[in-house]
């Protein structure tokens, strides 16, 4: 090697050495990106947390909870303020001390349920099942109407009467599979009072039983 050549290579290494060792931003970035929850209400009959503020800014508002079996995991109807300080209807996955997922809905939510897994599910007027986690939401239109609901950590079950016709729609919210099936029926029942028997769903162990308007009873098997 020339006299060049190795002098070229000295300062090159000396310039090398010189310069300060990078930093390892990767665990700073994680920690700025996660954000610091606290809640600053809670029920005062249930305990359950209603309000959380996420970096100091309020990200839910609940009307309404339904706590998991345990109670480690809480699934709230209410709002959230957006920046155009418009209170919108959401739906929102917790724990007890902070925020996991929350979504966008429309109408009321008739009811709902969650997991000791994390997984929640709420019904609206609509007809539509909301699914959330911590990963991810999704949404399923069951029925645009519909006149009776039964809704546990089973199943998710919705009837509609046209008249002539019960139809009733199933979810299996542990496999998302649905059942769909239609009851006819000719005569209505007029109650003492002079008004019709309404038909009903309810969720009795693993089975689903419909009263018919015309008073017979059809059960369906969930198991």
Known sequence: MGFFSKLAKATLKAAVSSQPPK???AGSKSESAAP????????SKTGF????????????????????????????????????DSADSYIALTTRSEGLKRKAVKGTVEA???????????LTDSGALHRLTKDGTSSKQLMDEYCGFAINGKVCALIDDDGYNIKLIVVN??????????????????LENGSLLEPTVVIDSDNIIITIPDGTKQVVNIA
């Open 112 to 122: 709902a349920c969650v997991s000791d897994e994390g997984v929640a599910y709420a």
């Open 49 to 84: 947390p209603k309000i959380f503020l996420s970096n100091n800014r309020e990200w839910f508002d609940a009307d309404r909870t339904w706590t998991s079996p345990s109670g480690k995991f809480f699934v709230h109807d209410g709002y959230f303020i957006g920046g155009d």
């Open 23 to 25: 930093k390892n931003n």
């Open 36 to 43: 610091a929850w606290k809640v600053c209400r809670y029920d």
């Open 173 to 190: 919210l542990n496999t998302n599979a649905t059942m769909k099936k239609q009851f006819s029926y000719e005569d209505d029942i007029e």
